[in-house]
């Protein structure tokens, strides 16, 4: 058992609650840019007062149409301005907010409002409206149903008018740092999905380590204004972490639902935040977008040694930082800075231009490129956590970053390591239970510690890389113990590939079946002059299939003979969430898609 810890940097909250830094910081910096709010096509500032006016208004129409202290209410929204609106708004009044998916289907909001008492939810548009309204009958503590598009703001603003703004700071000043904020229910690879209790004081010591550790990153330089854009799901623990912080860490944030490249990018280019926050695919879709432009542009060539000559002083700087090596020699420092001008700067172009750090989270990012990210001129401090531990619970301090692994436990946390190499977790940012279920806190919670689920190692500076998942391990019918996450990752690596599952429980070997990302693809015929098939024949092409052999070829170096991918097979069609193949966070749901693809997988263990 390995164990490491780091002291604490700010002292947890005595008092208060979440919505009193909106009132606070109006109070003393009232002219302060706190939002930026998208609107008929063009960014506008939303000052810090106004913002406060915005959630008073709010709370008092939340009040004046029935809603209590303590009262549970869901948003199903993507992730826009009035999302954050509406959570500083409730737990103004001491409500708890429960947030779901805009993609979740009927019987997954009937599970989560039924399961937590919803007593009133706000949606975004109509579809939403219908997908609640079919359910409506099973859900009989739901009282009220506002719809965003339907101006569901001016409609409880206008209700409001008559209730005092004093009735609002006696619900705010009964609220405390125990009280629970909001009950976010976990994705669900297997099972129905739990609602995790996360209280204020989880949120504000989650956030306010996260500001005070990194807010020298924040900036792409000293003196700037620090700006983030939010296009995380605020559903998800991890976008609401973001809010949370750039709120209280007077953080100027945007808000941009889409997270595909069409619409993110000119957000980018318009908003130009100094840091942004993301998951690993969006550093992906980033770096595979560049090395198509510069392929098409007949400068493949020059990209790929740009690329490893990121990657080469990056590595030597990481060296340099933890002692052991010179750093970057004179001969690469001019080749990097040659390839600044044509390569690098065009990469960071793509973010907006003003980028220079960035947080990775929410699955593994690769250790090469994290360094390409890193010489290209954009540090990304990966990290590790879960919707128990409020989001980050480790994460790579900006002094000494190792890329490739997941960080050290952020201030005030300890990560344990136990025999059967379990992670656990210990710190103010540790959920409160599982609402309505006793049997999953008591199993999850031992002792003040979080048992994770998540396998992983810890090294002698306290840096923890994660392996896999207990409940993931594959063991074949010779007995071999397999963990999948590291081989899918690798194969995951090659732009053509979208997604991979590794199977082969209780089979004689480990096998794969793979999906295609249809851009990369769309791309890769276009060069090489084919002709764009259907998705069925596609994936008999030969050389696409050779393609893919190379991606599973550089996945088994990391394994011995017996874990290593005997067979694969691509498929025509990705696995989504509409077919339930996927959870809302992108996670493999591997028992519904081995079912789904049932005869696929058979035909890989045929003689």
């Known amino acids: ?139 009989p503590q739901l009282r009220r149903l506002w719809q965003l598009d339907a101006d569901a703001v001016g409609e409880l603003n206008g209700a409001g008018l008559d209730i005092d703004d004093e009735v609002v700071h006696r619900h705010r000043r009964a609220v405390t740092p125990e009280s629970i904020a909001t009950i976010i229910y976990t994705s669900g690879t297997t099972g129905k999905p739990k609602g995790c209790l996360v209280s204020h004081a989880n949120f504000m010591f989650e956030a306010d380590v996260m500001v005070e550790r990194w807010e020298p990153v924040f900036r792409a330089k000293r003196g700037d204004e620090a700006t983030t854009l939010l296009f995380l799901p605020l559903a998800h623990v991890f976008g609401r972490m973001v809010q949370v912080a750039a709120v209280r860490g007077r953080v100027k944030m945007g808000h941009q639902p889409n997270l595909n490249a069409a619409a993110l990018l000119p957000d980018l280019a318009a908003f130009r935040p100094s840091f942004i926050l993301a998951v690993p695919y969006i550093f992906e879709k980033v770096f595979n977008a560049a090395r198509r432009k510069a392929e098409k542009d007949g400068k493949a060539g020059a990209f790929d040694k740009a690329v490893e000559c990121a990657v080469r002083y990056a590595d030597a700087l990481e060296a340099k930082a933890f002692g052991s090596g010179p750093g970057p020699s004179a001969g690469l420092r001019m080749q990097h800075q040659l390839f600044d001008k044509l390569v690098y700067s065009k990469v960071r172009e793509a973010m907006g231009g003003r980028v220079r750090h960035a947080m990775s989270g929410g699955s593994g990012m ?154 990369a693809v769309e791309h890769w015929l276009t060069m090489r002059r084919k002709p764009m098939l259907p998705p069925g024949e596609l994936v008999r092409d030969h050389d696409l299939e050779t393609e893919v052999r190379r991606a599973v070829v550089a996945a088994n170096t990391l394994v011995s003979q017996a874990e290593s991918i005997r067979t694969f097979r691509i498929l025509a069609h990705q696995f989504s969430e509409e077919h339930g193949l996927l959870t809302p966070s992108l996670k493999l749901k591997r028992k519904a898609i081995e079912q789904a693809y049932s005869t696929e997988v058979e035909a890989l263990y045929r003689s």
């Open 1 to 139: 058992m390995r164990e490491f810890s780091n002291p604490p940097m700010a002292s947890a909250p005595l008092v208060g609650g979440l919505a009193d830094a909106v009132f606070d910081h109006a109070a003393e910096d009232p002219t302060r840019i706190a939002l930026g709010r998208k609107t008929d096509g063009r960014w506008q500032d939303v000052t810090s007062a106004r913002f406060r006016d915005e959630v008073l208004a709010l709370a008092k129409g939340l009040i004046a149409h029935g809603v209590r202290f303590g009262d549970r209410v869901a948003i199903m929204s993507r992730t826009r301005y009035e999302w954050t609106l509406f959570d500083f708004a409730l737990w103004s009044i001491g409500a708890q907010v429960v947030p779901v998916y805009p993609t979740s289907s009927a019987e997954q909001v009937v599970w989560m409002l039924h399961d937590a008492q919803v007593s009133a939810a706000m949606v975004e548009h109509e579809d939403h409206a219908m997908t609640i309204g079919s359910v409506i009958d099973r859900l």
């Open 366 to 519: 690769d250790r090469r490129l994290g360094l390409f990210f890193a010489g290209a001129g954009v540090t990304v401090y990966e990290g590790y956590g879960l919707t128990e531990s409020t989001a980050a619970a480790t994460a790579n301090p900006p002094e000494r970053t190792r890329y490739g692994t997941v960080g050290q436990p952020i201030p005030g946390t300890t990560v344990r390591v136990a025999e059967d190499g379990e992670v656990w977790l210990r710190g103010g940012n540790i959920f409160q239970g599982y609402l309505n279920d006793p049997g999953a806190t008591d199993a999850t919670l031992r002792d003040g510690w979080l048992a994770t689920g998540d396998l992983g190692s810890l090294d002698e500076d306290g840096y923890l890389t994660i392996t896999g998942r207990k409940k993931e391990i594959l063991v074949t019918s010779g007995g071999k113990s397999v963990s999948p996450a590291q081989l899918e990752e690798r194969v995951r690596d090659h732009p053509l590939v979208a997604q991979c599952i590794v199977v082969g429980n209780d089979r004689p070997y480990v096998a794969a079946l793979v999906t295609l990302d249809a851009e």
